[in-house]
């Protein structure tokens, strides 16, 4: 079945510092989506992205989809003790289902 | 305007009973997916309702049923549960019509013991 693998786990950066975080899919996506997951809290959703190639920005965070649609990446400028969090990618088929990867779980040191 | 609502926050059952976990989804919604997160895990697919019937399903067993209701609210229930059901389990809505991204829950925390 499909799977959606991101890389790192974890990271640990100094506030300030740049922060990226990869998906790949082993199967050609119709969209992705990324959600963002505070300790102890659910998932809420970030962006999606549909069109291949596609780049789209949300103030510090820059969020790119794949040519070939399979792969996908989140970056975040100059991050903040407000970016601590587990970031999702999660991929959709036609099938209609979403496919979560297992997270990189960032930590900001002040 | 309400969000996805889920009940109970926290459940202890009992290794072999049966458990029933509830959903509301956010207004305006159609679509009800259920999600298990074990610690340090992404959320995996269980299955998901449209129109009342399971239209999608994940790689889990029969003991995990679920029913969704004529004003889309939904149930998820697992029978005989076994130690390793214990996650939080996430309710998420989306909007068919509309192709919209997932909006979550806060989640059922299940314990087997």
């Known amino acids: 079945g499909q799977q959606v693998m991101q890389i790192p786990q974890y990271q640990h950066v100094q506030e300030g510092e740049d922060f990226t975080t990869y998906c790949n899919s082993s199967?050609?996506?119709?969209?992705i989506q990324w959600y963002k997951q505070r300790p102890g809290g659910h998932p809420v959703f970030l962006i999606q992205l549909v069109k291949s190639g596609e780049v789209k920005k949300q103030k510090r965070l820059t969020f790119q989809f794949g040519e070939a649609k399979k792969n996908s990446s989140l970056h975040i400028t100059a991050t903040q003790t407000t970016d601590v969090g587990t970031y999702f990618c999660?991929?959709?088929?036609?099938?209609?289902?979403?496919?979560f990867g297992d997270g990189t779980t960032l930590t900001v040191k002040p | 305007d309400a969000g996805v609502t889920q009940s109970p926050t926290h459940l202890i059952k009992t290794r072999g009973q049966q458990v029933t976990l509830r959903c509301s989804p956010k207004?305006?919604?159609?679509?009800v997916s259920w999600y298990q997160q074990a610690l340090g895990q992404g959320p995996q697919f269980i299955f998901q309702y449209y129109e009342e019937e399971e239209r999608q399903r994940g790689n889990f067993p029969d003991r995990f049923s679920g029913h969704q209701f004529p004003n889309y609210s939904s149930e998820l229930n697992v029978n005989a549960l076994l130690l390793g059901d214990s996650a939080l389990y996430l309710c998420?809505?989306?909007?068919?019509?509309?192709?919209?991204?997932?909006?979550f829950g806060n989640g059922t925390r299940l314990t087997v013991t």
């Open positions: 998420a809505s989306s909007s068919r019509q509309f192709n919209s991204p997932l909006h």
């Open positions: 999660a991929g959709d088929t036609n099938a209609g289902k979403s496919t």
């Open positions: 199967t050609t996506l119709s969209n």
């Open positions: 207004s305006g919604h159609d679509t």
